[in-house]
C-alpha cells in the first residue's frame, strides 16, 4: 500500500462552544492539537453550530489577537505600548488601584464588564448579591469600590429585570413563554433569528407545524419572519407601548379579556381600564403606522387564543418609554389570562435543580455606586453602577470622582452614544485597565492590556435549565493570555482577599455543583453534559404558595398580584401605571427637526455575522456582510435617488456616518435600520469609520431604566460625494 509521511493527528473533543457564552453543546474536531471545526452535539439542548461558531478556528488563531500583557509607553491615546510580564502587570495595577485610593477613596475606581468576557463561571462567580443575574463583576466590592457595572446597563435589564418585577414580582432567568403550547405566538421587537443561540426559532417552526399563528411586531420584516414566515405587522419604532395599549383597550371593551383572572388576581384593573380608553384604534394607528383593522386583528387573536406567548427584547428597550412598553405587552397576556397556563408566559419550577453562585455584597456603610440616585430600581436589582452616568463621575467628579476603570470584554467607544465623549473620559482617568481578545477602540487610551484567552483555552462549566456540561479545556491558551476567570481571581489575591473566591478552575466547578446533586466526576464522564432531574410542570403556581417567600399564594408583589399598577414604581416615584411617551426626537414631538431629519432611525439589529462590535476583522464573517449596511425602504430611496448598493451618509442633529444602503421591502417605509459594530480599530476601513453612535444621544434614555434611545431617534440620508467624511475616528 502507499506510505503516507508525517500523518495527520486527528481528535475530537465534546464540549461547550467558546465563541459565545450561549452553551450550545459542539465537538471540537482537532488536527495536530489545533481547532479545525466545530459540528453539534446530538441530543443536546443546543446542539448549534451558529456562522460565528462555524468560524471558531479563524477568531482563535486571529493575526489580531492580543497575547501577551503590555503596557502603555508615551502620551495616554497614541495606542503605544511596550511587552511586559504578567508579575509586572499586576504590580503596576495593584500599586495604581492603591494610589486612587489613597488620594480619591476607594469608590474611585470602577469594573466595567461586556458581552465579550460573559462565561458561564465567572459570571456565576463573581455577580453581587441580591442579584438573579449580573453581567457585572464584584472583585472590587471587598476593596470598597460600590462601583461596578457593565453591559447590563444598556441591555436586558429593562426588559429581563424592572419590566417583569413591577408586574409579576419575578424576573425572566425564572420565566418563560410556553412556545411548545400556544397557538398564538407574538414576536415583539425580538429577532430569535440571531440570537445567541438562535434555539427559539426551531420551536417556532414546530409550533407552526402544529398550527400556531405567529406574528411579528417589528420595523423590518426580520430574519425570524422570514425563515418562519411569519405575518409582519410594522411599527414605528417607540411605539410599542401605544399598540399594547390600543389592544388592551380594545380587549376591555370587546370583553376579550379572563374575567376570573383579572377580579381574583391582578391590582389597579380599573384604572388601566380608564387610561387606556384614549388608544382608540384610529389614535393607535395614527401613532404607530399599524393599520386600524391590525391592532383590532392583534386584540381578537389574543383575546380568544387559547395560549398566547410573546417573545420580546431590545426592541422595546430602546426607547423613551421602554420599561413601561414591556409592562403593557406583560399586562396584555395577564388581561387574557395567558399567565402561568399552558401556551402562556409561565414561571420555572422553583424546585428546579439550579446551580450554586459565588455572590459577593458590596461595601458595608460605603457610597452609594454611580447612577443609583437617578436609576434607584436599577440599582435595586442588579447592586451596581448605571454605567450611563460614568462620564459625569470621570469629568465633573459628580457625585464624587471615578479616577480608575477596568473594562473587560467590552468596547465603550463603540457601544454608548456620543463616542467622543467616552474618548474624552477614557482619556481623563488615572487608570485605564483593558482586558480582551482583541484590541478595541478603547485600548487606545489604556495603561495596561491584558490577553484574555477564549472559552476554549480554558476550563469551566455551564448550566442550562435542565442540562449541566463540563467546559472542557480544547487547547492552551495562545501566547501568554489567561483566562477572564483568572485574571480577576489573580487580582483579588494580589489585593489580599482571593480567599473569597476560588482558587482554581476545579474548586470554581465544585463550587457551583454544590446542593444539584452532579459532581465534577460525572462531567468529567460525560463530557457531552448530563440531564438534570425536572419536575414536572405545575401551571397556575400563583393560586399555591410557590411563588413568593411568605407561603401565600399568589405573586411576589407588593399587593401579591399582578400589578397592573406598581406600587413599587409609585414607592419610587414612577407612573405606576404602564403609560405611553411618544419618542421625544420622534416626527410627532419634534416635528420642527423632522423637517430636516425625516426618516426615524433605528440602530442596534443584530446580524450573524459579527457579534455587537466583535469580529469585523474575520474574514470569513465578512464575506456574509463586507460592508456595514443601512436598510431603507424603496420609496424613501426613490426619493433620495438612492441606489442599492450605493455608499450613503447617514445624518442626524449629532453627526454623519457613512454606510451601504439596501433597498429593501423589509423596512417599513419612513425608516432606516443601521448596523452597529462599527468603530474598532480592527477590519477593513468601511467598518472602521462606522461607529453608529455618532448618531444616537447621550442625553436621550428611558428615564426608569437609564437605557440609550438607540431605536427611535431621527436622521436623513443622501448619497455620499467625494468630499463627505463621516465623524466617526
Not at 511587552?83 to 509586572?88: G, L
Not at 413591577?166 to 411548545?180: E, P, T, V
Not at 474548586?507 to 425536572?534: C, D, F, M, W, Y
Not at 426618516?599 to 470569513?620: D, E, K, P, W, Y
Request: charged share 20%; with cysteine; glycine share 8%.
Amino acid at each position: 500500500g502507499r506510505i503516507v509521511l508525517n500523518p495527520q493527528k486527528r481528535e475530537i473533543v465534546e464540549t461547550i462552544c467558546g465563541i459565545c457564552d450561549a452553551g450550545c453543546g459542539v465537538k471540537v474536531h482537532l488536527v495536530d492539537g489545533r481547532i479545525d471545526r466545530l459540528s453539534p452535539l446530538k441530543n443536546h439542548p443546543l446542539g448549534i453550530v451558529c456562522p460565528r461558531g462555524a468560524r471558531a478556528a479563524e477568531i482563535v488563531y486571529s493575526k489580531d489577537r492580543l497575547l501577551y500583557p503590555q503596557r502603555r509607553v508615551g502620551a495616554r491615546g497614541e495606542g503605544r505600548f511596550e511587552r511586559i510580564t504578567w508579575d509586572q502587570a499586576y504590580e503596576f495595577w495593584v500599586d495604581q488601584l492603591a494610589e486612587i485610593k489613597h488620594r480619591y477613596g476607594p469608590e474611585a475606581v470602577c469594573t466595567y464588564t461586556g458581552r465579550g468576557n460573559f462565561e458561564f463561571g465567572i459570571q456565576e462567580t463573581f455577580p453581587p448579591t441580591d442579584t438573579s443575574e449580573s453581567s457585572a463583576n464584584a472583585v472590587l466590592f471587598p476593596f470598597g469600590s460600590p462601583n461596578t457595572t457593565g453591559v447590563g446597563a444598556l441591555c436586558f435589564v429593562a426588559y429581563g429585570m424592572i419590566a417583569p418585577q413591577a408586574c409579576l414580582g419575578q424576573h425572566y432567568r425564572h420565566l418563560s413563554d410556553d412556545l411548545d403550547n400556544a397557538d398564538l405566538i407574538l414576536v415583539w421587537g425580538a429577532n430569535p433569528a440571531t440570537d445567541s443561540p438562535p434555539s427559539n426559532v426551531r420551536r417556532i417552526k414546530r409550533a407552526i407545524k402544529r398550527g400556531a399563528r405567529v406574528v411579528t411586531i417589528d420595523h423590518r420584516y426580520s430574519e425570524t419572519a422570514r425563515a418562519t414566515r411569519a405575518q409582519w405587522v410594522p411599527i414605528r419604532p417607540g411605539t410599542d407601548g401605544a399598540l399594547a395599549l390600543g389592544i388592551i383597550n380594545l380587549m376591555i371593551d370587546r370583553q376579550l379579556y379572563d374575567h376570573e383572572f383579572v377580579d381574583k388576581w391582578t391590582h389597579g384593573f380599573n384604572e388601566l381600564c380608564a387610561y387606556v380608553e384614549e388608544f382608540s384604534p384610529e389614535r393607535v394607528s395614527a401613532i404607530t403606522g399599524v393599520p386600524v383593522e391590525s391592532v383590532v386583528d392583534l386584540a381578537q387573536a389574543i383575546g380568544t387564543a387559547g395560549g398566547c406567548s410573546i417573545l420580546m427584547y431590545t426592541g422595546l428597550e430602546y426607547s423613551d418609554s421602554g420599561v413601561q412598553a414591556i409592562r403593557a405587552v406583560l399586562s396584555i397576556q395577564a388581561l387574557a389570562g395567558h399567565i402561568d397556563v399552558p401556551g402562556g408566559k409561565v414561571f420555572k419550577m422553583p424546585d428546579r435543580v439550579q446551580h450554586n453562585r459565588t455572590e459577593t455584597p458590596p461595601p458595608a456603610n460605603g457610597k452609594p455606586p454611580i447612577g443609583a440616585d437617578h436609576y434607584p430600581l436599577y440599582h435595586q436589582l442588579r447592586n451596581e453602577a448605571q454605567a450611563v452616568d460614568l462620564p459625569r463621575a470621570v469629568l465633573d467628579a459628580d457625585p464624587y470622582p471615578v479616577r480608575g476603570l477596568i473594562v473587560s470584554g467590552s468596547s465603550l467607544i463603540t457601544s454608548w452614544p456620543d463616542p467622543d465623549l467616552w474618548r474624552k473620559t477614557l482619556a481623563a482617568l488615572d487608570l485605564l485597565v483593558v482586558v480582551n481578545r482583541f484590541p478595541t477602540a478603547d485600548a487606545r487610551f489604556a495603561d495596561l492590556l491584558l490577553p484574555a484567552a477564549t472559552p476554549f483555552e480554558t476550563l469551566s462549566y455551564q448550566f442550562l435549565d435542565d442540562w449541566v456540561q463540563l467546559r472542557s479545556q480544547v487547547i492552551e491558551p495562545r501566547g501568554e493570555s489567561r483566562s477572564d476567570y483568572h485574571i480577576f481571581s489573580e487580582l483579588a489575591r494580589r489585593l489580599g482577599y482571593g480567599h473569597l473566591w476560588p482558587q482554581t478552575d476545579e474548586e470554581k466547578i465544585r463550587t457551583g455543583l454544590q446542593g444539584t446533586g452532579v459532581t465534577l466526576e460525572q462531567l468529567h464522564a460525560s463530557p457531552a453534559g448530563v440531564r438534570l432531574a425536572v419536575s414536572p410542570m405545575r401551571y397556575r403556581k400563583f393560586e399555591s404558595s410557590e411563588l413568593r417567600g411568605d407561603g401565600k399564594p399568589g405573586f411576589a408583589t407588593p399587593t401579591g398580584k399582578f400589578e397592573f399598577v406598581s406600587e413599587w414604581f409609585r414607592e419610587h416615584g414612577y407612573e405606576p401605571l404602564p403609560v405611553y411617551s411618544e419618542p421625544s426626537e420622534g416626527p410627532l414631538a419634534a416635528s420642527e427637526l423632522a423637517v430636516k431629519y425625516p426618516l426615524v432611525l433605528n440602530t442596534g439589529a443584530r446580524t450573524q455575522a459579527a457579534f455587537r462590535s466583535q469580529h469585523v476583522n474575520i474574514n470569513g464573517l465578512l464575506r456574509l456582510q463586507p460592508k456595514p449596511l443601512v436598510w431603507i425602504h424603496p420609496t424613501d430611496a426613490r426619493q433620495r435617488d438612492i441606489k442599492d448598493g450605493a455608499e450613503v451618509i447617514v445624518e442626524s442633529p449629532r453627526g454623519r456616518v457613512g454606510f451601504w444602503a439596501r433597498v429593501t421591502q423589509d423596512i417599513m417605509p419612513g425608516v432606516v435600520e443601521a448596523n452597529m459594530g462599527g468603530g474598532g480599530p480592527l477590519g477593513p476601513k468601511e467598518w472602521r469609520e462606522a461607529n453608529v453612535n455618532n448618531l444616537t444621544d447621550s442625553d436621550n434614555r428611558d428615564p426608569i431604566s437609564g437605557f440609550p434611545v438607540y431605536k427611535a431617534l431621527l436622521c436623513d440620508i443622501h448619497p455620499a460625494s467625494p468630499g463627505d467624511n463621516s465623524t466617526s475616528q
